[in-house]
């Protein structure tokens, strides 16, 4: 320990960090006491140790001490107590500019804000996220105008950002305050709304508003080189702008965890150095002139990248490492990494949630650390060395990075390790180096840097073809649920016993060294009491357990352990769970039974009211709640695949977010109303089923599913239709209502169906008209209602309610839905039955725990 002070500083300062972040005040001392407890032991087994331990000790107390400082400050300035107001500000944007479609999004440093009514505006300093909703599309040009520093008065709807309101789903609020300090939204309707001025041109702000431009200029001169469909793309590469790249691209290449290529690091940063360096020499610059000038030379790169966490990193060790070569005290790398981790932490505690930061720093530590003695466990081939390296590193850098990479993206591609073996070295020194090469002819001569991108497009386009064509190969990309913190430490203490357990090969032997004895000669020299050879390096073999090979065994086997686990987290869980999802104006239920098969039921929808003519609103990323709440919340909750898909019928707000989810998840079964819909969405749905080739089933009356030992399915609705599938235009009234039993538990989901089908559904049991097996007394009993076509006032009738006899009720409604959905008649027939209701708009997601003896409830309450 005592060769590397510095390392274990940052490793104390990094824990002492985390633990303030997750755990209360009460909880970091006790964790710091477990820690002073842990040294001093340390100290009392040897003297040697006790100056780091206390310096490790005093490190870990400072960082969270620091923390819990830093999130004691980080409170807003307003202090309102509801979550929306009119407001009138006035501040300084104090972040680039971003126009997408019908939408301009900066942060304002506001240092007037006037609330309401108010007489007199407060004179605060709040930082605030500004959306402006643009009517027009010459708009667009006018807020493209506005720069960082600029002066602006603005008037709009101070609003509180949403919190996660799904279990597991991203926490729009705590993003925004941990990671930019902002506690509040101004929503700013127009263009007229907002005025800009330039500000004074000497403020920091100012300062970064040019280097804004300068960005904004090389892109246009990218855009000039590049083709549309790979300007975004060669912008993100070499520029680090990724606000141009298209979706669908960073989609494919997340698929096989390529994504952090498109992230200016240390590779990058590098070459720049080696670059600026070998012009340097070229003007025959002394040696420490050149270290200096890059030295002053390394801040204006990372301030033209983007100042992400990742190229913050690269540049602080470099240039850390550069000073040292300078005073001629360059160490190992891991001290340039421990020194840049305390110092970027030091400036910004809040850089420890950051995922660019804990991927960088881990991945770069694994790498120092672990590459070594792997690469001395592999053979020393002289004509394949160079190719045994590369694997090494990516072989060492997707061992790293995985637990980070199912924690925070639940997926991980078996084709990820070629992916990066072949295309990370091509893209990094063919791809990158021509477009920076590029970009600075085009700026001199512009045809020869329309050559020279000539080259990388044609590169491009059969990079894209290979990220495209691994990434279809849907056999070997695996989901994962989200791991807990106690299983990524195991990973990582597994990881590291391991590569400290490799043998090292044995090295190899020339013929020309190779010295042979005849066996005569060896037995003639042998005394004749002597034992033989075998029988001495018997007697000498350690014990079983402190053998090398013992060691290796267990952590190969810890490490299958953990993988399963992590694979199959609830593997012997026998509890199931009915998850009514916040889609907002729409329907999705996740059940998962108690031998661990998975329904989902709708996927909701994000309705679009655009009209032609207005395609220019269109954003590049627009939100989509299949692609950005319900896929995600499936994979964090392990759902490998799903054995049954119910599309209770095809309007948008049930089925446009399965379009991701059948993109994304294997689904196994389709069982739906059995009709068509002339609609656009509709008709992609049933298309991609079939070219998918999931069989479909509709779904009719009397039709039964026995899911396992514990769970059964009944379809009460729609009606057989006879031959042929009839296109049906008006849907609510075909919905599959499906009656569930799950043990003990029942529950009833009714689609959007209205009082009449209710009718009719309550008519068909008593007259005994369907084959049913269950009788009607145990059909007309349930649990949890979901609420039919989100509380419609045409919908879940005091007949319905009497006959059902609901303990509980489920109501799937948009927060700021038009249509005033739950209405308050059907509130009141609720409260008249006595049935407790729960809203997705107020209380979040509603998930119920189903086990042997009863419902547990549970919401996800919206603050």
């Known amino acids: 320990m005592n060769r590397r002070p510095l390392v274990w500083f940052a490793v104390f300062w990094i824990a002492g960090s985390s633990m303030a972040a997750h755990l209360s005040i009460g909880g970091a001392a006790l964790a710091i006491g477990s820690a002073a407890a842990l040294l001093l032991a340390l100290v009392l087994l040897g003297q040697s140790t006790r100056r780091l331990a206390v310096v490790c000790l005093i490190g870990c107390t400072m960082a969270a001490g620091e923390r819990i400082w830093a999130d004691a400050r980080n409170v807003s300035a307003l202090d309102l107590p509801g979550d929306s107001y009119e407001a009138v500000v006035t501040g300084t944007i104090a972040s680039a500019v971003e126009v997408d479609g019908d939408r301009a999004m900066f942060r304002v440093t506001a240092d007037a804000v006037r609330v309401g009514g108010e007489a007199a505006p407060r004179k605060i300093r709040e930082r605030l996220l500004v959306q402006v909703r643009l009517a027009e599309q010459p708009h667009q040009q006018v807020a493209a105008a506005w720069h960082r520093g600029d002066n602006v008065r603005l008037a709009g709807e101070l609003a509180r950002p949403a919190g996660a309101s799904n279990s597991g789903g991203f926490d729009y609020r705590r993003y925004l305050e941990s990671s930019q300090h902002v506690h509040w939204l101004l929503k700013v309707k127009g263009i007229g709304a907002a005025q800009a001025s330039p500000g ?6 100012a300062l970064l508003g040019r280097v804004d431009a300068a960005r904004d200029w090389l892109g246009a001169r990218m855009d000039r080189l590049y083709p549309a469909d790979q300007s975004g793309y060669m912008k993100g590469l070499v520029l680090g702008i990724r606000e141009d790249l298209d979706p669908g691209q960073f989609q494919q290449f997340s698929r096989l965890g390529l994504t952090h290529i498109l992230a200016i690091s240390g590779l990058h940063v590098a070459v720049f150095v080696y670059a600026l360096g070998a012009v340097l020499r070229l003007l025959r610059f002394t040696r420490e002139r050149l270290l200096v000038t890059l030295i002053a030379a390394v801040p204006f790169y990372v301030l033209l990248s983007g100042l992400s966490p990742s190229v913050v990193r690269a540049g602080l060790m470099t240039m850390l490492a550069l000073l040292a070569a300078r005073m001629d005290k360059l160490k190992d790398g891991l001290h340039l990494l421990a020194a840049a981790a305390v110092a970027m932490l030091v400036w910004n505690p809040s850089f420890i949630e950051d995922v660019g930061f804990q991927l960088s720093f881990a991945v770069t530590a694994g790498l120092i650390l672990f590459v070594p003695p792997v690469r001395r466990a592999m ?11 590369v694997l090494v590193v990516t072989v060492v850098a997707q061992a790293v990075s995985f637990p980070l990479t199912v924690y925070y993206f639940n997926q991980f591609h078996l084709l990820s390790i070629p992916a990066n073996l072949i295309l990370v070295p091509f893209i990094s020194f063919i791809v990158m180096p021509i477009g920076a090469v590029a970009l600075i002819f085009g700026l001199l ?23 495209g064509w691994l990434g279809e190969v849907e056999a070997v990309r695996t989901i994962w649920a989200t791991p807990s913190l106690w299983w990524i430490a195991a990973w990582y203490l597994a990881l590291a016993l391991l590569c400290r357990l490799l043998p090292a090969a044995p090295a190899a032997v020339t013929a020309d060294h190779e010295e042979t004895m005849p066996l005569q000669e060896t037995a003639a020299g042998m005394e004749p009491d002597a034992a033989p050879i075998w029988e001495l390096l018997e007697e000498r073999k350690p014990p079983v357990w402190r053998r090398r090979s013992t060691g290796l065994s267990l952590a190969v086997g810890v490490g299958a352990a953990l993988l399963f686990y992590a694979y199959c987290p609830d593997l012997l869980k026998r509890t199931a769970e009915v998850d009514v999802l916040d889609v907002g104006q729409g329907d999705s239920i996740y059940i998962r039974t108690p031998q661990g098969k998975r329904i989902l039921i709708d996927g909701g929808g994000t309705l679009s009211f655009r009209k032609t003519g207005e395609e220019w609103k269109q954003r590049s990323d627009p939100f989509e709640v299949g692609g950005k709440v319900v896929v995600p919340l499936l994979m964090k909750r392990g759902v490998h695949s799903l054995d049954l898909l119910v599309i209770s019928h095809l309007d948008s707000d049930h089925i446009r977010g399965l379009q991701a989810v059948l993109d994304a998840i ?3 079964a389709i069982a739906w109303n059995g009709s068509l819909k002339p609609a656009e969405d509709a008709e992609a749905i049933l298309r991609t089923a079939v070219r998918k080739g999931i069989p479909l089933y509709r779904a009719e009356t009397g039709n039964k599913w026995k899911v396992d030992a514990n769970t059964e399915l009944t379809i009460l609705w729609p009606p057989a239709a006879g031959k042929g599938i009839p296109v049906i235009k008006d849907q609510n009234d075909d919905s599959v209502v499906l009656w569930m039993r799950i043990y003990q538990s029942t529950f009833l989901l009714s689609g959007d169906i209205s009082s009449a089908a209710e009718s009719a559904i309550i008519s068909r049991i008593r007259d005994r008209e369907t084959a049913l097996s269950a009788s009607s007394s145990t059909l007309s009993q349930i649990d949890v209602l979901k609420i039919a076509h989100h509380g419609s006032k045409y919908s879940t009738s005091e007949e319905w309610l009497r006959f059902w006899k609901p303990l509980r009720a489920a109501i799937s409604v948009g927060a700021t839905n038009t249509y005033g959905h739950p209405h308050p008649d059907v509130l009141k027939r609720l409260q008249e039955q006595d049935v407790t209701a729960l809203r997705t708009d107020l209380d979040g997601e509603i998930r119920y725990k189903v086990g042997r003896t009863g419902i547990y409830e549970q919401t996800i309450r919206k603050n």
């Not at 004074?200 to 702000?205: L, N, V």
């Open 200 to 205: 004074p041109g000497w403020t920091a702000a």
């Open 379 to 389: 053979p020393n081939w002289r004509k394949g060395k160079a190719l045994l390296d």
């Open 445 to 467: 001569w512009p045809l020869g840097g329309q050559m020279l991108a000539a080259v990388s497009v044609y590169a491009n386009d059969w990079t894209f073809l290979l990220v």
């Open 666 to 668: 294997p689904v196994r």
